[in-house]
């Protein structure tokens, strides 16, 4: 049996935020049930067993200041770079918190199921992997996108030869050269990636807003299923 006390690592999660989404400003703002989707996200992410810390990154421009001021209220831990360069967040936050391992979450995803996290680091840990990743290909709805990183493939990159693509998204430039990686993508038999558990557009907001106040369940520890029971009844 996988125990938690069998690790000895460093497991940092970054959740990638920014307000300046240009299909819906400061949508990680936006309240869900009452809840701004970036502590929706973060509370979700807290029951994972295996994280160590959890990191808010953001960008340094004056649209993020509000995230900012929030994540400080909130004793959230944020960490502001460049707007465009992401993967130079990552790297500086791996440096500065000195992490071994490093979990990727988006934050337009407020339904993130912790177990998923839980179970995408036992693999990583169990395999001697590069990256575990459950979008490469995807067969879970999207706002369950988890990716988990070994330092050293980010240290070993230098940003300089990214594409600006690259460098924005984070992960294509490892897909993209996946010969030199150890790579492991998790799967679902039935694939479920038509689903949709993310918040891209107000329409979203407004959809989900109404699926939640049908859940009877915290809204903290349903899990992805659960969201999925609803949608599949098209509230």
């Known amino acids: 049996m996988f125990s938690v006390k069998k690790i000895n690592k460093n497991i940092i999660l970054i959740i990638c935020a920014r307000c300046s989404s240009k299909r819906f400003p400061n949508k990680v703002l936006k309240k869900i049930n009452g809840v701004p989707l970036i502590l929706q996200v973060y509370e979700r992410v807290k029951n994972a ?54 979990i990727r979450i988006s934050a337009d995803s407020p339904f993130i199921d912790s177990n998923l996290i839980d179970k995408s680091i036992r693999i990583f840990l169990s395999k001697r992997l590069d990256i575990v990743t459950n979008i490469f290909k995807r067969t879970y709805p999207k706002g369950q996108s988890i990716e988990v990183f070994d330092k050293k493939v980010f240290l070993s990159s230098k940003s300089s ?34 689903y949709n558990l993310t918040i891209d557009f107000k329409d979203d907001l407004i959809f989900f807003n109404k699926v939640v106040k049908k859940i009877k369940q915290n809204r903290i520890n349903y899990s992805y299923r659960n969201i999925l029971k609803f949608i599949r009844k098209k509230i």
């Open 161 to 194: 030869k990214l594409t600006d693509y690259e460098r924005e998204h984070v992960s294509p430039y490892f897909y993209n050269n996946k010969k030199k990686y150890k790579i492991f993508n998790f799967q679902i038999k039935n694939d479920l990636s038509k």
């Open 49 to 102: 067993k295996y994280v160590d810390k959890i990191i808010v990154a953001t960008s340094n421009r004056r649209s993020d200041d509000k995230l900012n001021k929030l994540c400080k209220k909130k004793n959230i831990e944020c960490y502001r770079g460049s707007l465009n360069n992401v993967f130079s967040r990552f790297v500086n936050v791996i440096k500065i918190h000195k992490a071994d391992i490093v």
